[in-house]
DNA sequence: CCTTGCCTTGACGCTGACGACAAGGTTTAG
DNA sequence: CTAAACCTTGTCGTCAGCGTCAAGGCAAGG
């Protein structure tokens, strides 16, 4: 399988492929005219490499899953690497979701105090929209 | 007061005032050696601007809050352009909140299924830990 | 006069995951 | 012969909010 064929398979460029190559994430061979060759199972990885970024996963905290799958694992994530990755990333998600709330929850508090202040402001004849 | 003492003021840097500046956040005007010189009110907008950065704000974002400073109001937050750009955040972050529940939940099934997976393969004697 | 400590503009660096070219080789079909 | 459709390496651009020099002007104290 050539790059071209891989990339539409797996749903992305050529480009990205090289890039992963050059990051060193697949190893394709090369065939007489200097063409990257790829076998099936880099499918599957370049697959699990997409979905982990689409999570938010950076190249580095890719790399544990690509070698599970590599070693022969139906799964990227079973390794004690992976697992480590998954923990870590689990911490980062958590904080970012507490934060997250604690920015929505400021969003919240100041629309509520620019409506009441609208309505001091600007009052309606009781209380009722247009 | 000069760039150096806001920027100590506001707890940023000069640098970061002559960016916002550049942006057409901030109008200082001029000595006759060419000095920026600030009035105290400015320090209010750099805090305003920097707090709303911190939320996670992009700078076209702030525009509306620092004109609705100027315009002599307490908050920047209770001007009409204020208000739909706040609108439009909150409706981001619950966007963004949704789809990183779903993450945190992927993550933890994944983590979950390696846990159980690495007890299939080298299991314990009987359930506990060491 | 010299140093110190402000200030000025200008311009490159950084982070990440690519997109978009450029300039050229290879193979196949017509 | 040539056009089409692959492939190669290399390099620059993107987004945002600055950090970090560089090279120089201005003011004040000793």
Redesign the interface.
Known sequence: MLIGELAERAGTSTRTLRYYEAHGLVHPQRSANGYRVYDEAELRVVQEIRALLD??FGLDDVRPFVACLRAGNA?G??CPD??LV??R??AE??D??DR??A??Q???T??T???A??EETCPRKRASAP
Do not use: T
């Open positions: 999570v938010g799964s994530g079973v992976s697992v998954l923990r990333k689990l998600v958590d970012y979701l997250l709330g920015v929505r400021q969003l919240h100041q629309l105090h620019a409506i202040h609208r």
